[in-house]
């Protein structure tokens, strides 16, 4: 089965900050990656998809990038509304839909 | 616009099959490039992909929960349906059904049900 690993698992920043979370497939899905942000007790939110292209809606501030196995999640400059948990999850149609294990994102 | 909503029992006994329903609504799944999943987490833990039924009918499962899933979808009535069998207390979690999008890109889960909190217990 494919593993999706992220890091770190967590992480502490302040307002303003760059911040970049990574996430390694144990093989390789191409550009096949989404990212997710999920606050407490909501559903997550879809925000990158096919590696590096942002979710309508989702503002430019955030970015990501990758192919092959590595894969990275960067918010440019942290804004209190970001503090929340990341999701990364492989998108290959014919693999299983794999999350990673998360990365919670803290105010410092 | 598209939403989707779960709904099934909130606790069940251990070895009970538990089934619940994705009711959605702005999106039909006879369309081309179209899915519904569920994903469950936890409390305090990591979202996990269990099934995924595509438009035409194309089934895909979690290969660990394989043997215990069935998903089926009623395109009429705008519902898929999950079955879980020989449910255990590790199974406790929030469910969530999700729309997917389906192309060149990928499979992604651009639109997510509220999410429905099913306990295991005696």
């Known amino acids: 089965d494919i593993q999706m690993t992220q890091s770190p698992s967590s992480v502490s920043a302040s307002v303003g900050d760059r911040v970049t979370i990574t996430c390694r497939a144990s093989q390789g899905i191409s550009s096949w990656l989404a990212w997710y942000q999920q606050k407490p007790g909501k559903a997550p939110k879809l925000l990158i998809y096919?590696?590096?292209s942002l979710q309508s809606g989702v503002p430019s501030r955030f970015s990501g990038s990758g192919s092959g196995t590595d894969f990275t999640l960067t918010i440019s400059s942290l804004q209190p509304e970001d503090f929340a948990t990341y999701y990364c999850q492989q998108a290959n149609s014919f693999l299983p839909k794999t999350f990673g294990q998360g990365t919670r994102l803290e105010i410092k | 616009q598209i939403t989707l909503k779960e709904s099934g029992p909130t606790l069940v006994k251990p070895t009970q099959t538990l089934t619940l329903t994705c009711t959605f609504s702005?999106?039909?799944?006879?369309?081309?490039?179209?899915?519904v999943g569920w994903i469950r987490q936890p409390p305090g833990k990591a979202l996990e992909w269990l099934a995924l039924?595509?438009?035409?009918?194309?089934?895909r499962y979690s290969p660990s929960l394989k043997s215990r899933l069935t998903i089926t979808k009623d395109t009429s009535k705008n519902q898929v349906v999950l079955t879980m069998t020989n449910m255990d207390p590790v199974d406790t979690a929030t469910y969530y059904c999700a729309h997917m999008s389906y192309g060149d890109y990928g499979d992604y889960f651009d639109y997510w049900g509220q999410g429905t909190l099913v306990t295991v217990s005696s």
């Open positions: 039924i595509y438009w035409d009918d194309d089934k």
């Open positions: 096919a590696a590096s």
């Open positions: 702005g999106f039909s799944l006879s369309t081309s490039g179209v899915g």
